[in-house]
Every structure is written in structure tokens, then in C-alpha cells.
């Protein structure tokens, strides 16, 4: 990585204590840009905490940290990226959007090498299509706002995943990890999400229509105020879930299991309920009836 041959000025902050991130460090704006330089003996950890100290340098700090988006190694352009979009967006708006282009590309040349592991990866805005990522690892990765239309993540590991405001069209998530994963208000309409594991996930007020949820464990998931109207939720295990006031008109709910499920306000007209398993802990919406249609366990 070149190097911005900004000097210190009267106004940096040269003298303090022991460095550490977000403070600044001894020696100035210089001292940031000679850690970060290509110099053996700077640990990739001394490295990231140069860019957290670099914005004690406002603008000349911002420059460095929109150069470090160029870097070869993933955690020094993550991490700077990272830190530009949360502290100096609108300043980098440019240099934050090339990235986004060159990290997609970046993504996929790396998966296509073999690593499938990009845990806690800050992906958010990326814009991907068509293409297959199966059984990769963004767990805990932040994808909030990001594009991926009919990308094939089979099997993929997106366990705390962050996907606050992800167009998810035609997303392929059969036997994907995605337990307490945020999906809040994300439209997952006709999404397949058979098998999946989404155990604690936040799905509230998320599009669920016409989905394929045949087999997937939901147990403790919060999707209240969902759109569940004509999903197959055949053998799902909503196991303490909570469903309060969710759509489930015309879904498949046989054999799925409800025992200790909140359902108050769930609409229910035209759903299939055969042999679905309940207890007395099922918590049903007032004026339910058709017990009939049911199993008791428990």
C-alpha cells in the first residue's frame, strides 16, 4: 500500500499514553502512515489499530483510510471500510461505492479459489447476482442493504448474520444456518428455505409468502407480524416461537409442531392443520376451535 506522505501539524495530537484503538498515537499522523506502511515488523493487528487511530486526523485520516480500501489484505480493507462507512460516509461516498464494486469481485474470486470462510465480513451494499456461494461462512457478516438476486447460498453458514434492509429475490437458503440471524421486514417471498436452521432469528414483519419452509427449525424465532399466507411449513418446528398477529392464511402447517408457540392474532383461515403437534402451553388465537385438526403432545 503506497503511502499518503502527509507530516504531522501543530494541530495533531503527538503525546499521550500507550497506543490503543481510538486513541492517538505518539509520534502523529507520520507514526499512523509508517505502521501502516509495508513494513515487516507492523503486525496485522498494529496495522488495524493504526486505521482506528487515523481518525484522530480528521481529513488527512480520512485519506488514509480511503487509500487502506486498496489494500491487499481483506482485514485491512474491511476494516477500513468498516470504519469510513460508520464515521466519514458522506465525505468517502465515492471511494465507499468503488469498493463495494471491487469487493464483490474480490468475494467471488476468493470463494472460486476454495475459501469459503468469511466470517464477520462487512458486505453491506454489495450487489450480487446469479451466483453460487454454497456452503460459505458469513456468519455474523453484515449485509444490511445489500443486493443478492437469485444467489444460491445452499448450505451456507449465516449464523447472527445482519441483513437489515437485504433485497433477497430468489435467494436459494435450503439448509442454510441462520439462527439468530436479523431478517427483520426482509422479503423472502417465495423464497426456499427447506431444511433451514433458523432457530432464534428475528423475522418479524419479514415477507414469507409463498416460501418453502417444509422441515426448517424456527424454534424460539421471533416472527411475529410475518407474512406467512400460502407457505409450505410442512414438518417446521415452531417450537416456543412467537407468531403473534402473523399471516398464516392458507399455509401448509401439517405435521409442523406448534408446541409453546405465542399464536394470538394469527390468522388461520383456510390453513392446513393436520396433524400439527400442540400442547397446553400453545398459546392460540381467541376464538380458535378447530382442535380437531390437531395433535396434542404434550
Known sequence: M??????????DVVLGGSISRGDAVLGGIEAVTQQLSQNPASTLNAK???????????????????????????????????????????????ALTQYSIRLAKELLNRYEAGNRVFSGANLSGICLQWEILSEIDLSDANLSGAYLNRVDLTGAILKGANFNQTILNGVELSQANLSHANLTGVSLKETNLSQAKLMGANLRGADLSNAHLQEANLTQGIISWANLSNANLSQADFTE???????LIGADLSDANLRGAKLKGVKLTDANLDNTDYDEHTDFPVGFSDYNQLRKNG
Open 2 to 11: 503506497t503511502v499518503y506522505p502527509n507530516q504531522p501539524q501543530n494541530t
Open 48 to 94: 488495524i489499530a493504526a486505521l482506528h487511530n487515523a481518525l484522530n486526523y480528521r481529513q488527512k485520516g480520512i485519506a488514509i483510510l480511503i487509500q487502506a480500501l486498496e489494500d491487499e489484505v481483506w482485514e485491512i480493507h474491511q476494516t477500513a471500510y468498516s470504519l469510513l462507512e460508520k464515521h466519514a460516509a458522506t465525505q468517502a461516498e465515492s
Open 241 to 247: 416461537a412467537n407468531l403473534v398477529g402473523a399471516n
